[in-house]
C-alpha cells in the first residue's frame, strides 16, 4: 500500500513477518551494538525494517550498508539518499529515494485499531476531534483516530530532515479527504524552507487494509537539485517511529 502512496521515484519494500534467521545475523556489527540489550521485539522490528531498507536502497543501485540511527533515531542514509522506515505490529517497511527527486520521506504505519485511551488528546486538537467524529459515523471501518496519529507521524518525519528540529503534535493542524485518500497539515510554525521557498505544510496520501492504516508524504526536491547532485549531493536523514503506540 505505501507503494502506491509515492511517486514512481520512490522505491519502497516491505515485510509482514520477520525473518526467521538470529536478528543479530541480518544486522551490520556497528547496528548490533546499537541494539545489543534490546528486547527480543526491539531487536526483530530493528533487524527486520533495514532489511526492508537495505533491499530499496539495492533497488537504487546502492551497495549494502549499515544504516545506524542518529538523533531521535534517524537513521543515516547514504550519500544522496533520503529515506523513511516504519513498523508496527505485523508490519515493516522502508522507502527511499534519491536527494535529486526528494527533498524528504515520511511514511507510517499502524494497526487500523482504536488509539489507546487518553492518547488522542495528547496527539489531536480540538479541530481535528471534530472531524474525528464524523468520519467514524460515515466510515467505520477506519479507525480514524489511529489514522490521524498515522499522518502526524509521516509529518514529522517528513519535517525532520528539514529543519533538524522537533514538531510537536499539536504545531500541525491536519484535514482528511475520506474518499480521496489524502490529507494536508497546516504547520501552526515556522515551517522549512525548501528550494528558497518556505513550506507551511504537507500534502500526503492515506490508505487502509490488511489490518492497517498507512500514510506517506513526498516532498519533491526543488528544480535544479539533479544537477546539483551530479556534482555531489549531500546526506539526508528521515525519524525512524517517535511514539510507540500499542
Given at each position: 500500500?505505501?507503494?502506491a502512496l509515492l511517486p514512481s521515484w520512490a522505491v519502497t519494500e516491505h515485510a509482514f513477518t520477520?525473518?526467521?534467521d538470529d536478528?543479530?545475523?541480518l544486522l551490520f556489527p556497528e547496528e548490533a551494538a546499537h541494539v545489543a540489550r534490546a528486547v527480543p521485539k526491539r531487536l526483530h522490528e530493528f533487524a527486520t525494517v533495514r532489511v526492508c531498507a537495505r533491499a530499496a536502497l539495492g533497488r537504487l543501485g546502492l551497495p549494502p550498508g549499515p544504516l545506524l540511527p542518529g538523533r531521535r533515531g534517524a537513521p543515516n542514509w547514504p550519500d544522496g539518499v533520503v529515506g523513511s522506515m516504519t513498523h508496527c505490529q505485523g508490519f515493516r517497511g522502508a522507502a527511499v529515494a534519491r536527494a535529486a527527486d526528494a527533498a524528504s520521506l515520511g511514511i507510517d504505519a499502524e494497526p487500523n485499531g482504536p488509539l489507546p485511551d487518553g492518547v488522542l488528546a495528547m496527539v489531536s486538537l480540538p479541530s481535528e476531534r471534530e472531524w474525528l467524529a464524523g468520519l467514524a459515523a460515515r466510515r467505520p471501518?477506519?479507525?480514524?483516530?489511529?489514522l490521524l496519529f498515522s499522518a502526524?507521524?509521516?509529518?514529522f518525519?517528513?519535517?525532520?530532515p528539514l529543519t533538524g528540529l522537533e514538531l510537536d503534535f499539536d504545531e500541525a493542524e491536519l484535514a482528511v479527504d475520506p474518499d480521496a485518500g489524502t490529507f494536508t497539515a497546516r504547520l501552526l510554525v515556522p515551517g522549512p524552507v525548501v528550494g528558497g521557498r518556505r513550506l507551511d505544510?504537507?500534502?500526503?496520501r492515506w490508505a487502509a487494509g490488511e489490518g492497517l492504516v498507512v500514510t506517506a508524504i513526498a516532498v519533491a526536491a526543488p528544480a535544479g537539485?539533479?544537477?546539483?547532485?551530479?556534482?555531489?549531493a549531500g546526506k539526508e536523514a528521515t525519524a525512524d517511529d517517535r511514539t510507540a503506540v500499542p
Open positions: 500500500m505505501i507503494a520477520d525473518a526467521p536478528p543479530v545475523s471501518d477506519v479507525h480514524w483516530d489511529r502526524k507521524e509521516s509529518v518525519k517528513a519535517w525532520y505544510g504537507f500534502e500526503g537539485t539533479a544537477e546539483e547532485s551530479a556534482e555531489g
